[in-house]
């Protein structure tokens, strides 16, 4: 089986990603196993996998948490100033195409007549592969918004270049399929999944833990996903933008906290959410300092938020309180401070000058979140020309989300600064807390939030921090300074450079997708929807 699991990753790394060749599984076979697993197996396996590996410590924590200004790190800012791991890269585009085989052999042992059967034991032979393709769409969304072009792979596109997944037809090396044509292809995958999905039916018996098992709950999730993906490229094909979008709300899009779409996680460390896992041994990550201040109403014009109460907890609460479940939460904004952003002697500052992440989110069965309705009514409300309702509407359903009590909400919503574009997404941004890595993609298409540190900026330590440094390490203020990397950036970089690895095992078709960028395989290539 050793032999097996190098083959397989040595494929995958190269992005010849599929099931293994008939040889390979026929030398392989376990008597004492069943041959066919059972697709709600599969199934919750893959989302499990992906959840665990997109939002990990790594790859969310030190990446796009930190880069959008959520989270801080404690110990060291290398990340907060853009010089993420190569790892993080790696880890991205390799685990993506990874779980990409588990989805597509749901797909494959529903749609092969000796085993279409048997599937259907699971559920629905049409809402399991309807449930799959939802995922590879939301999976591939991420990998390109990160890369630019990548090695596709779709379930009913014949489109040439979407080679990722044919092993068994001798493709090797895939070619990197043009992001254009992705974005294209996942609002057709996410179209034709929602219309394919009976209602009447269940999904999966047992497995599914995003809706377990609910088919109207995945339809509504597919068309809530056209309004985020259709939206990204609103920039650049307006109609195709509002054909898609308009095409969702009829078929219909989530209409309550209830539909979130969110990965469960046990109690259990074995079974916890990723960061949970970041945070057993190790204090690296406190609520930063832009994000705090905007929920105290210090930055932007917004007014003090109740949200920050539960996103985060006092300073006088230490981390074994937190991951406890015992933290005294108290009402008083004064009691909170954010980790200072990006600055390089965080390592020196008392840990009681900052606010660590509530046990909202600190916690082993954090359900980590793919989309929710918030979103979905500041999306209508951008289509709907930053519309009041929709505005409002969004920021109700997110204080609900995070346990907001009704008067303070109705508080909150009646006094909102009137709907433009800058108020609606502030907004969305503060909605999009512990989803790093759309908030990321939202800023590179908008430009928004606008209360970020900049690169370059003088930025003030509250006086707590600056009486808590020793004499040897007091300042009163720091410039956030990026890097250094190379090229130099005056914003968030606007993409990851290819994994290195790629060079060797695909260069060729990667040489060719980097020419295809602005600047080639740099962080200061913009993608084709990045048009702000």
């Not at 009590?405 to 502030?426: C, E, K, M, R, Y």
Request: net charge negative; charged share 20%.
């Amino acid at each position: 089986m050793k032999t097996k699991f190098y083959i397989i990753m040595m494929l995958v790394i190269a992005g010849a990603f599929t099931s293994c060749t008939d040889d390979l599984v026929d030398l392989n076979i376990n008597p004492n196993q069943p041959e066919v697993v059972p697709t709600a197996n599969i199934f919750a396996s893959a989302t499990k996998d992906f959840t665990d590996f997109s939002r990990s410590g790594f790859n969310e924590g030190r990446l796009t948490l930190p880069w959008m200004q959520y989270w801080g790190q404690t110990a060291y800012a290398d990340e907060d100033r853009f010089l993420y791991r190569e790892s993080t890269a790696e880890s991205l585009y390799t685990n993506t195409y990874l779980t990409m085989t588990d989805f597509k052999a749901i797909l494959d042992l529903n749609t092969n007549e000796d085993t279409r059967e048997t599937a259907a034991a699971s559920g629905n032979n049409d809402n399991q592969i309807a449930a799959s393709r939802i995922m590879l769409a939301y999976m591939f969304y991420d990998l390109t918004n990160f890369f630019g072009d990548v090695p596709y792979y779709s379930y009913g596109s014949d489109n040439e270049t979407f080679q990722a997944g044919q092993l068994n037809d001798g493709v090797l090396s895939p070619v990197f399929a043009a992001q254009e044509d992705i974005y294209t292809d996942i609002l057709k995958e996410l179209r034709e999944s929602a219309d394919m999905i009976n209602e009447g039916e269940i999904v999966f018996n047992s497995g599914d833990n995003i809706f377990n098992g609910d088919a109207t709950k995945w339809k509504k999730f597919a068309n809530s996903l056209i309004l985020r993906v259709a939206t990204t490229i609103k920039g650049v094909d307006a109609g195709a933008y509002q054909t898609a979008f308009d095409a969702a709300i009829a078929s219909g899009v989530m209409t309550s906290n209830d539909d979130n779409a969110s990965q469960a996680y046990d109690t259990a460390d074995a079974n916890s959410s990723p960061l949970w896992g970041a945070f057993l041994t190790r204090t690296d990550f406190a609520v930063a300092a832009p994000f705090i201040e905007l929920l105290k109403g210090e930055r932007g014009n917004f007014d003090q938020d109740p949200r920050l109460f539960q996103m985060a907890v006092p300073i006088s609460v230490d981390i074994e309180d937190v991951k406890s479940g015992t933290a005294a939460v108290t009402m008083d904004y004064d009691d909170y401070l954010g980790v200072p952003y990006a600055f390089r002697n965080t390592n020196f500052l008392d840990r009681t000058t900052y606010s660590y992440p509530s046990s909202n989110v600190i916690k082993p069965d954090y359900r980590e979140m793919l989309m929710e309705y918030a979103e979905v009514q500041f999306l209508i409300s951008e289509r709907n020309g930053f519309a009041q309702a929709n505005y409002e509407n969004g920021v109700t359903a997110s204080m609900e989300k995070w346990g907001v009590p009704a008067a303070d909400i109705a508080t909150f919503v009646g006094n909102l600064p009137a709907a433009n574009q800058a108020n609606v997404l502030n907004q969305k941004y503060i909605a999009l807390y512990m989803q790093g890595h759309q908030a990321y993609t939202e800023y590179r298409r908008t430009g928004f939030p606008d209360i970020l540190v900049q690169v370059d900026e003088t930025v003030a330590l509250a006086q707590e921090q600056i009486d808590g440094l020793a004499p040897e390490n007091r300042v009163e203020s720091y410039v956030f300074e990026a890097g250094p990397v190379d090229p130099s950036v005056s914003d968030l970089p606007f993409r990851l450079r290819y994994p290195q690895v790629l060079q060797t095992l695909n260069g060729a078709n990667r040489d060719a997708a980097a020419a295809n960028l602005s600047n080639g395989d740099l962080i200061i290539s913009k993608l084709f929807w990045d048009v702000n």
